[in-house]
């Protein structure tokens, strides 16, 4: 009667090893695997347990058996450490797999001794032969290798539970249940000496459990799932080749793309020329010099996008060779190309409205100076020629070099020109307007206007222009009337402390009132403004500018004799 039931159950487990066998999985776990190979073997054991005449051929069948409680064991406890995200290093399952296999042949070496089994004795039964075992002083070992399997299972299974992460709890169930009622099993049988084991029957059932559940273990990887839609999907071209460049492998989407693989032959090199040699040698070389991974091209009117990539058959192994992707990109290509040309569109916008805003901004910062300086009689005109004449000033800075300018910072110092007065707007016209010296005190007043300038420059500009226009705005318009050697106004800086923006603006300033006609002066003579001007270099302009007003003296002079 046992002979039929364990024969029962090595028919089934020999069905489960065909079944999976033709289920063409994309992907399959090692361990399980090799379980499902070794249980037909260890069932046999046991099902020839049952027929055997001597003590002799009872041995090899559990020879057979030994299988289950240390290879299979540990095949077992590394699927559950798999499932439940636990890494083992490739040193510890080498090291536990030498242990269990040492365990397996200590058992066959110990076959024909008593260190194993003290003695083996046959018994006819109504069920089927069978056997009784006295066990030899060895076998402590196999008691003690047991009970560290199931502790490390026990201990892993508990904390899987604790950590709470992204693994089946499904699946975490069926490993806790069939541990145990193995270990109950196993160790009611021990005790209570049975003739005829049950385990192969749990063998079976968990084995039958584990592939009905398999469908739903790989749906929990995603690797899996992707590798399997990639290939349904069929819409990715694939190559391998190996680290001296030989062809591996490809699928037929790749020879869509490169006809040439049609004829190319496996583990041989690729041909020199070719569409193929000159994509792939590209990609190699852009990859290995520049890091670079993908590149696209153009055939037939078709863009695709091909990529590299290093694979590896095994995890934490090394390289073996390159995997090339190749897509179709013709519609990411023309979408590409309509959102280019829209975004230059829109960019061509915003930029016409920029400009746009900018004339409007400008403007009115210019209608506000000429509202100041028409309220004062002794300035007219005076925004207009300084704005004008920073321009000859600032390109014979950058004609000269002296001072490293960009063109934007030159732009927006002749920009920001025209405010350079605009807190004139707090000064009472009875001081703006005197046409006689100013007191003490109207002076005082006087010099707060380069103040107000400056914090009316950041409540028109500041949130709407950038902020570095904004900054060189204020330096103009705050410390236009600082002098080199401090003695200026608002805050006495010296030297290279006051903005290089502000010291020239101070010249053309200076400059203008000098060659100007106001209503408590008539205009001075170029050569007199020139000879204080010099004067002026080193006390209150910066002397390294006197060879820029030096160069563009003339220019200088020229604009006055037609504008003044």
């Given amino acids: 009667m046992i002979t039929i039931v364990y024969e029962i ?24 695997s090799v379980s499902s190979t070794i249980i037909p073997i260890i069932l046999l054991g046991y099902w020839l347990k049952t027929m055997v005449m001597s003590a002799e051929a ?22 559950i450490l798999r499932s439940m995200g636990f890494n083992v290093r490739v040193g510890i399952r080498y090291l536990f797999s030498i242990i269990a296999f040492a ?42 290798y047991l009970a560290c399997i199931f502790m490390a299972i026990v201990f892993f299974l508990l ?20 541990t145990a009622a193995g270990l109950v099993i196993y160790a009611s049988e021990t005790v209570s000496e049975v003739n005829f084991s049950v385990l192969p029957c749990l063998y079976v059932i968990c084995e039958v459990v584990v592939v009905a559940n398999y469908d739903l273990a790989l749906a929990h990887d995603v690797s899996a799932i992707i590798s399997a839609h990639q290939i349904a999907q069929g819409s990715r071209g694939y190559m391998a080749l190996d680290r001296k460049n030989h062809f591996l492998s490809c699928n037929e989407k790749m020879i869509e793309f490169l006809p040439e693989l049609a004829t190319q032959m496996v583990d041989s090199a690729l041909p020199d020329k070719g569409e193929t040699a000159r994509l792939c040698n590209s990609l190699i070389y852009s990859y290995e010099r520049h890091g670079k991974n993908s590149e696209k091209y153009v055939k037939d009117g078709m863009t695709y996008i091909a990529e590299i990539n290093p694979f590896f058959v095994r995890k934490n192994g090394k390289r073996k060779g390159y995997i090339f992707d190749v897509r179709d990109a013709t519609e990411e290509q023309k979408a590409l190309d309509v959102m280019a040309s829209y975004n230059d569109s829109l960019n061509e916008q915003v930029r016409l409205k920029t400009e746009n805003i900018l004339e409007i901004q400008n403007k009115i910062v210019a209608g506000m100076a000429n509202m100041i300086e028409n309220r004062d009689n002794n300035t007219g005109g005076h925004v207009k020629r300084t704005s004008d004449i920073i321009k000859i000033v600032i390109d014979e800075i950058r004609k000269q070099g002296v001072i490293p300018m960009d063109p934007d910072f030159a732009r927006d110092i002749v920009r920001a020109a025209p405010m350079h007065d605009l807190g004139k707007i707090i000064v009472e016209n009875s001081i ?18 380069s103040t107000k300038s400056g914090e009316m420059v950041m409540i028109l500009l500041d949130g709407v222009e950038e902020e570095h226009f904004v900054k060189i705005a204020y330096n103009v318009a705050r410390f236009h009337h600082e002098r080199w050697d401090g003695m200026g106004y608002p805050e006495k800086l010296v030297g290279s402390m006051i903005p290089i923006e502000a010291r020239i603006m101070a010249i053309v300033d200076v400059y203008d009132a000098l060659v100007s006609e106001r209503s408590y002066k008539k205009a001075i003579e170029f050569s007199v403004a020139e000879k204080i001007m010099r004067e002026g270099m080193g006390t209150q302009f910066d002397p390294n500018l006197l060879d820029v007003f030096l160069g563009c003296r003339e220019q200088l002079e020229e604009y006055y004799r037609i504008n003044r």
């Fill in 432 to 449: 703006l307007n005197k046409p006689g010296k100013l007191t003490d005190e109207e002076y005082e007043i006087m010099k707060q206007h």
């Fill in 9 to 32: 159950c090595l028919i089934i487990s020999v069905i489960v090893w065909i079944y999976l066998a033709g289920r063409d999985y994309q992907k399959i776990d090692p361990y399980f």
């Fill in 159 to 178: 904390l899987a539970y604790l950590r709470n992460g992204t693994y089946s709890r499904r699946t975490m169930a069926l490993y806790a249940l069939s």
């Fill in 103 to 144: 365990h397996l042949f200590l058992v066959w070496l110990c076959a024909h001794n008593r260190m194993y089994f003290d003695s083996i004795y046959i018994m006819d039964t109504e069920y089927g032969t069978a056997t009784i075992v006295r066990d030899g002083p060895l076998k402590f070992l196999h008691v003690l």
């Fill in 58 to 79: 009872a041995m090899m069948a559990f020879c057979f058996i030994y299988l289950d409680s240390t290879v299979l064991l540990l095949l077992y406890t590394f699927a």
